[in-house]
Nanobody
């Protein structure tokens, strides 16, 4: 099982970016998916998560600006980021709780994609 994230880049404050993360490999079921980020010198933090049923949860710092969604048919999770701020600069990691069979669940991480907000 692999998670492949893409969509990072450099953007000015107030701009938008959309991240996506596709899961590949043999999968019985994907449960929660989401995004975390790690800024320079800081610990990794949760940004947004989404359950298999579509229930979402956001960090207070991104509420109203970021939207997490998923396409279960494509095994893909997205993060639409609007009104980006300097403090959103970080490496963003996708995360998924995946059952490779009906008896086991493991956590998987994507490779990280850099988002830089600068003028």
């Amino acid at each position: 099982v692999q998670l492949q994230a893409c969509g990072g880049g450099s953007v000015q404050p107030g701009g938008s970016l959309r991240l996506s993360c596709a899961v590949s490999g043999y999968i019985f079921r994907i449960n929660d998916m989401g995004w975390y980020r790690q800024a320079p010198g800081k610990q990794r933090e949760r940004v947004a998560t989404i359950t298999s049923g579509g229930n979402t949860n956001y960090a207070d710092s991104v509420k109203g600006r970021f939207t997490v969604s998923r396409d279960n048919a494509k095994n893909t999770v997205y993060l639409q980021m609007n009104s980006l701020k300097f403090e959103d600069t970080a490496v963003y990691y996708c995360h998924a709780e995946i059952m490779p069979s009906k008896n086991y669940e493991y956590e998987y991480w994507g490779q990280g994609t850099l988002v830089t907000v600068s003028s």
